[in-house]
T-cell receptor
Framework: AQSVAQPEDQVNVAEGNPLTVKCTYS??????LFWYVQYPNRGLQFLLK??????LVKGSYGFEAEFNKSQTSFHLKKPSALVSDSALYFC???????????FGTGTRLKVLA | SAVISQKPSRDICQRGTSLTIQCQVD?????MFWYRQQPGQSLTLIAT?????????ESGFVIDKFPISRPNLTFSTLTVSNMSPEDSSIYLC?????????????FGPGTRLTVT
């Protein structure tokens, strides 16, 4: 069965510092991986995806993610965190052959001023 | 991308009653999805709703409890029937506007349901 894991419930980082939100996956076949962000009282917003190609994927709001096949990871990164980046972040994998998403448990990012 | 609206944005309902949630998309899409996000938890897929066919429900969700309509390519409704406090959740609809070529889904703002 396909799955994703987000090992950290919460990540705290100082404004201006680099941030990393971790995600590992388990799939059969090629993974289709996604990151979404959820601000309070709002739906999920698509940040970026990895389907194929370059291991470093760039997305919205200055975020990027690195696909690492050997470590089965897809960590979300940003070189310089903003207070406005504080939100709930979800990693997801798309089930092979369908459109179904399997979501991780979410990581709450808190950027401290 | 796609712009998705949901009505109502939130509601407080009494147990035993039903609530119908509407999802409207600004473009025609084949596949729509309904998710539940319980407080402090991740998203769980309830069902996939394709226009012109019956909704496909995930394990643990049944049509009698969560009937879905999909009358056209821009609209869907999810009804939460005979509600209990355990149904208190955020309900989100999503679409995959690009089909197989884009893979990502776009989500509505959600409906926050509280059952008392």
């Amino acid at each position: 069965a396909q799955s994703v894991a987000q090992p950290e419930d919460q990540v705290n980082v100082a404004e201006g510092n680099p941030l990393t939100v971790k995600c590992t996956y388990s799939v059969s076949g090629n993974p289709y991986l996604f990151w979404y962000v959820q601000y309070p009282n709002r739906g999920l917003q698509f940040l970026l995806k990895y389907i194929t190609g370059d291991n470093l994927v760039k997305g919205s709001y200055g975020f990027e993610a690195e696909f690492n096949k050997s470590q089965t990871s897809f960590h979300l990164k940003k070189p310089s965190a903003l207070v406005s980046d504080s939100a709930l972040y979800f990693c997801a994998v798309r089930d092979t052959g369908t459109y179904k998403y399997i979501f991780g448990t979410g990581t709450r990012l808190k950027v401290l001023a | 991308s796609a712009v998705i609206s949901q009505k109502p944005s939130r509601d407080i309902c009494q147990r035993g009653t039903s609530l119908t949630i509407q999802c409207q998309v600004d473009s025609q899409v084949t596949m729509m999805f309904w998710y539940r996000q319980q407080p402090g938890q991740s998203l769980t897929l309830i069902a996939t709703a394709n226009q012109g066919s019956e909704a496909t429900y995930e394990s643990g969700f049944v049509i009698d409890k969560f009937p879905i309509s999909r009358p056209n390519l821009t609209f869907s409704t999810l009804t939460v029937s005979n509600m209990s406090p355990e149904d208190s959740s955020i309900y989100l609809c999503s679409v995959a506007p690009g089909g197989d070529s884009s893979y990502e889904q776009y989500f509505g703002p959600g409906t926050r349901l509280t059952v008392t």
